[in-house]
């Protein structure tokens, strides 16, 4: 057991007290914020925030950047699918990676990775290649696209597995939920932020700033303890790691019923994300500060079912699951043919809620119920979601081009409602999992 670590890793017992030790709104909050008595925990999520201020300005940048540029939903899909292409292959050997490196030090590697590829954007932009007036230009979209999925991939099963070394068991969800909460928060002020600055400034303002919120994590992440040392695996390649994790998973259906469940809810939820430029400029002609609004007004959804879940007790979280998707998938249906933009505003905050609740609850499920020794590869099993994802919104893309993007959205968010009730009302399996 690393000393060190000791230090700043809580037992747990600050949560689970009897009410009696604290009533009132200062109980509430100090259950409901408890992870942050943790030091080790303070520094992590302050370098997480400078991640997702760089991710959701990017989620606007890129995307106004490509669509003005090509005009084209294909472009916008194809960037997406340079993004998922390296995840679906290297977030497997990423689970390998955190079972056997230090995680912290694997976050920091891939924080630096990701300064230097925003960065490169920034200079194609600031010499006047990266424009609309080089049509030809969104291949440098389409490269960086690829380099940040494998970055993603490489980083996220380390990132997301290092938390249940930081904070103790019964931490664990608060942590979680907290996290969303994090990243949710940033997702109302830096969409908007980012639309404000491009359509204002250039996407080259929003590209420095992105790459200086990435160093800004690096650095943050120098202080966090370092956690314990991987276990030492048998002398075996990567791939044989993954497999034996792929054998571990196979024996514990609910966890691979949440992992499946996860992968379709990706692939059918989340291309209307990629895809907003198509809504804000071709449907509600508002630009890329109109996608920056909807993305904060969605971000706003996504906090207010971040603060529900940490400070809810692990009891039905696969249910809660479910309902979250279920909430979700029928906000997105709605919005996906709304023709009014105050309705679409509306929508998309339910968006925001059941998209971080179906995260955030699946997330919590694998990390509470796998074995430590296979937690980073299993993790990165569900990682490869992001993948799918991306591959969905490549085909989202061509079909918005051919049928329309509201058909093509709107069809995936209904099969998205079909699957996630049948599977409420038919897996009693994974309705007792708490």
């Avoid at 030492?232 to 949440?258: G, H, P």
């Avoid at 996906?336 to 309705?343: G, I, K, M, R, T």
Wanted: some cysteine.
């Amino acid at each position: 057991m690393n000393k060190n670590l000791d230090e700043f890793r809580s037992d747990g017992s600050e949560i689970g007290r009897p009410p009696g030790s604290k009533k009132g709104l200062a109980g509430y909050f100090k259950k409901t914020f408890a992870s942050f008595e943790n030091k080790g925990y303070r520094f992590y999520y302050a370098s997480m925030a400078g991640h997702w201020s760089s991710m959701s300005m990017l989620s606007v940048a890129r995307s106004q950047l490509a669509y003005d540029i090509t005009q084209s939903g294909a472009v916008l899909g194809l960037v997406s699918l340079a993004n998922a292409i390296p995840m679906l292959l290297l977030s497997l050997p990423g689970g390998s990676i955190a079972d056997r490196v230090p995680k912290k030090m694997v976050v920091q590697l891939a924080q630096v990775g990701s300064a230097l590829f925003s960065l490169a954007v920034t200079i194609s932009i600031i010499i006047g290649y990266l424009n609309p007036a080089h049509p030809e230009s969104w291949w440098v979209l389409v490269a960086c696209s690829v380099l940040q999925g494998a970055d993603m991939a490489l980083q996220m099963p380390s990132r997301q597995a290092i938390l249940s070394e930081l904070v103790s068991e019964k931490h664990l969800m608060n942590a979680i939920s907290l996290n969303n909460l994090g990243m949710n928060v940033f997702r109302i002020f830096m969409p908007a932020l980012a639309g404000f600055i491009v359509d204002g400034f250039g996407p080259a303002v929003a590209y420095g700033l992105m790459t200086l919120f990435y160093v800004l994590a690096a650095v943050s992440m120098v202080f966090v303890p370092d956690t314990y040392k991987p276990r030492k695996l048998q002398k075996q390649s990567s791939m044989a790691d993954v497999a034996d994790a792929w054998r571990y998973v196979r024996t514990e259906k609910s966890i691979l019923i949440v992992l499946v469940f996860t992968v379709i809810a990706t692939v059918l939820g989340a291309p209307y994300m990629q895809l907003l430029p198509m809504f804000t400029s071709g449907i509600f002609d508002k630009g890329a500060t109109g996608m920056g609004i909807l993305i904060t007004i969605s971000g706003i959804g996504a906090i207010l079912g971040s603060f529900i879940l940490a400070s809810l007790s692990n009891r039905r979280r696969a249910t809660l699951m479910l309902v979250s998707t279920l909430i979700m998938s029928t906000a997105l249906l709605g919005f996906a043919f709304s023709q009014w933009w105050y309705l679409s505003l509306f929508l998309i905050m339910f968006v925001g809620a059941g998209s971080t609740g179906q995260m955030a609850l699946g997330t919590s499920l694998v990390q509470y119920y796998v074995k430590p020794e296979y937690r980073g590869r299993v993790l990165s099993f569900q990682m490869m979601s992001w993948g799918f994802g991306g591959l969905g919104t490549y085909f989202a893309g061509e079909f918005g081009d051919r049928i329309g993007v509201q058909w093509s959205i709107g069809g995936l968010a209904l099969i998205l409602v079909v699957i996630t009730l049948f599977v409420l009302l038919t897996s009693t399996r994974l309705r007792k999992m708490d």
